[in-house]
């Protein structure tokens, strides 16, 4: 199968992979937490949902994918007027793992694998399933699933693209956002009272992996000449989520916070993007949660990586059909004098109130952010 595009915008930072929780599921059930949901119990729903199926067979799970796919299913839902509620099914081969076929995913049996676990920090998402292809039709039928894909587009269908949001975008102008659940919020509020207060939370993913050089890991010198020249000018604190190490000098810096300092919480970090002042980082995984989001960003992607994936994407322009303004993809190799440029080209058209408007619109009261 072909890789496509927001693979290029969303591969990941270098987490467990969550094909190993598959192959060590054994590992799980013999903990008990596996719980087997065809009974009386779940079967039968008042209200009919979507159901988004993610075909192991033809697909590996990354976090952008997985962030691109939940949004997919959010306008599913939207177009078939179905509740904003989603259930996923991550489909394999038959195991025997799984005893009649069907299996509950929990937190606590995917604490393990950020990547899977962060499905229980997104808003819209009710259960998590892990299904037998031989058993799945039965499933959906006795539960009345809509599903997504759905027969229509599955033929041609890629995990991991805008391509569907830029469609839906074109027919109603508006795409729904990505959004964290509240515990993710409330405790990315407590991150922010604890680390950043008062200053301006710019939330930031600098993709570093030294195993995939020519991708789009960040410029870390050219990283380190940018915060060096903020550090006295800006009432600011950079936020740096995930798991990649900047490197000593970064560290050092006073307006530098290292969110994995606290303790590594992926669900928390893409919390912290959707109640940013801006996000800034490279294209990766956690980069889909600002791509979705009324969060104002500035995203880098390595021209020479994707090439023809991000022309289908970006149609030629530096952001997406549907992005709202000051939301930018730029396919350059990011430089000290460049990120200076564009950050103060931000800064000429934000505000501390227009994030403040913007924390209004996500509720920031109930996770007392401020």
Not at 270 to 281: D, P, T
Not at 339 to 351: G, R, V
């Amino acid at each position: 199968m072909e890789r496509h595009s927001l693979e290029s915008v969303g591969r990941d930072t270098d987490y467990p992979s969550v094909s190993l929780f598959f192959t060590e599921v054994s590992k799980l059930s013999m903990k008990s937490t596996l719980k087997s949901t065809m009974d009386n119990s779940f079967q039968k729903n008042s209200k009919q949902r979507m159901l988004g199926v993610w075909d192991l067979r033809a697909s590996a799970i990354t976090l952008g994918g997985l962030l691109l796919f939940v949004e997919e299913l959010l306008i599913a839902a939207r177009r078939q007027f179905l509740p904003e509620v989603c259930d996923i099914a991550i489909v394999q081969n038959k195991s025997r793992e799984t005893g009649n076929g069907v299996a509950a995913l929990t937190r606590e049996n995917c604490e393990e694998y950020p990547v899977l676990s962060v499905l229980f920090d997104l808003a819209g998402i009710g259960r998590i399933f892990l299904i037998e292809t031989g058993v799945l039709s039965k499933f959906v039928e006795d539960n009345g699933y809509d599903l997504w894909p759905t027969k229509s587009v599955k033929p041609g269908y890629r995990y991991g693209t805008t391509l569907f949001a830029q469609e839906f975008f074109k027919e109603h102008g508006f795409v729904p956002q990505l959004s964290c659940s509240l515990q993710a919020r409330k405790r990315a509020g407590d991150f922010y009272r604890k680390h950043i207060a008062p200053n301006l939370p710019v939330v930031m993913h600098l993709k570093n992996n030294p195993r995939h050089q020519g991708q789009s890991n960040a410029n870390l010198p050219a990283w380190f000449e940018f915060f060096a020249h903020r550090s006295s000018r800006d009432k600011v604190k950079f936020i740096l989520i995930g798991n990649e190490d900047p490197g000593e000098e970064i560290r050092g810096l006073a307006n530098v916070v290292l969110t994995q300092d606290d303790r590594d919480d992926l669900g928390r970090d893409l919390a912290l993007i959707e109640m940013a002042f801006l996000f800034m980082g490279m294209a990766s995984g956690p980069c889909n949660l600002a791509i979705f989001s009324n969060v104002p960003y500035m995203i880098f992607k390595n021209p020479d990586h994707h090439t023809q994936e991000m022309k289908r994407e970006l149609r030629g322009q530096d952001h997406f059909v549907f992005a709202r303004p000051l939301q930018k993809m730029l396919r350059v190799v990011e430089t000290g004098a460049g990120l200076i440029k564009e950050w103060e080209h931000f800064l000429t058209h934000l505000s501390p109130q227009d994030w403040q408007v913007r924390l209004e619109q996500i509720d920031h009261k109930k996770v007392e952010f401020l």
